[in-house]
């Protein structure tokens, strides 16, 4: 049956992501409700703003009388919230806008979803959800081995988690307290086409491709788990559609990386793919530069995402390997999109410096 679907941050990276996906895949209404900070690009949203299935709504989830009447308007069936401020190292230079979002604005768009939903129908309540979208950075630093499961306890590590954390504990307690219809994943480390360039991936292809060093945190020996965006995408509509009320699911791409054989990885991939480097240059691999550890940055992270294999039938369909030759090639056909992106307040500098 189609449905309605509000998508909080909605131009960031995710959830533009998630808004192709359905726009693309489904036959589902879609309203974009994103308040366009830095990190958030209607660019990106380019190829589906024509639908008549598409709505964006500028907006603030910390305004809750707003976010009100936009659920009075277009009387969404599922709630798909992906607003926050997402960047570790931001969160160590300014923690305070991470709070305002993630944890207050959570809690006021909790409070309006909340009160919308009691006045629903009986029919409407029986499939609303409120699906929240969170990080596996809550469960904090990960040993050499074992993998993070959704019965981990929380032990976030840096501004940014620890508001996430938060946020989780939030939606949780409304669940519990209120009988709120919400469901819950945490996922691994995206990356993919539109991604911001203050993120690893996209900012070691831009700044190799102008002849930049490249950032390498400490030696190089911390790992994720990377997951493709539009696998992520996929897996957001699996949850949301067929997840049970109430419950977590960790979401992961099986792809457990070391940071500096990801940068090694990109580096040959160019070596590859550009035949006339930048003056000066035979090798992008010379770019790399090691560089001084964030504070606090955890070791390792790592999904079990056996749970939503398992129950829900979702799985990755792209590998590491695949999926960075696609997102690699993206960035080498769209410099357009990226100039626009680099134009504004993000110039490639390092961020999150403060002990």
């Keep these: 049956m189609r449905k309605t679907i509000l998508v909080t ?22 309203v974009n409700f994103d308040k366009l900070t830095y990190a958030g690009n209607l660019e990106s949203l380019a190829s589906v703003n024509d639908s008549t299935r598409y709505h964006f709504v500028h907006g603030d989830i910390c305004d809750r009388s707003f976010v009100a009447a936009t659920f009075e308007k277009f009387q ?14 931001r969160s160590i230079d300014g923690p305070g806008e991470f ?33 929240h979208i969170s990080t596996d950075e809550v469960y904090g630093d990960l040993g050499e081995t074992g993998l993070f499961t959704e019965k981990t306890a929380y032990e976030p590590s840096s501004p940014y988690s620890a508001s996430k ?10 669940h519990r307290t209120y009988n709120f219809p919400v469901v819950l994943t945490n996922c691994s480390n995206n990356y993919g086409p539109f991604h911001f360039p203050e993120k690893l991936i996209p900012l070691v292809i831009l700044n190799a491709l102008y002849a930049k060093q490249l950032p390498v945190y400490g030696d190089g020996s911390q790992v994720r788990d990377w997951l493709y965006v539009e696998d992520h995408a996929r897996a957001l509509y699996t949850v949301v559609t067929r997840g049970e009320v109430g419950e977590t699911y960790n979401i992961g791409g099986f792809n457990e990386k070391k940071n500096i054989d990801v940068v090694k990885t990109i580096c040959n991939h160019l070596n590859d793919l550009i035949t006339e480097k930048p003056v000066g240059l035979t090798d992008f691999n010379d770019l ?20 939503i294999n398992k129950e829900l039938g979702w799985y990755p369909e792209e590998t590491f390997e695949s999926g960075i030759l696609k997102t690699i090639q993206w960035y080498l056909d769209n410099q357009d999109w990226c100039k626009n992106v680099k134009d504004g307040s993000y110039q490639g500098e390092r961020l999150g410096q403060q002990g």
């Design 9 to 30: 941050g909605g131009a960031g990276f995710i959830g533009s992501a998630l808004i192709r996906y359905l726009i693309n895949n489904t036959e589902n209404t879609v």
């Design 76 to 89: 969404p069936d599922y709630i798909m919230h992906l607003a926050a401020e997402s960047h570790v190292d």
């Design 99 to 131: 709070i305002q979002t993630n944890i207050v604005g959570t809690y006021e768009l909790l409070e309006a979803a909340r009160r919308y939903y009691v006045s629903l129908s009986d029919d409407k309540k029986s499939t609303f959800k409120f699906h």
């Design 165 to 174: 954390a938060a946020s989780d504990h939030l939606v949780r307690a409304w």
């Design 288 to 307: 790399i530069t090691y560089v001084a550890d964030r504070p606090g940055h955890d070791v390792r992270y790592a999904i079990d995402a056996n749970k």
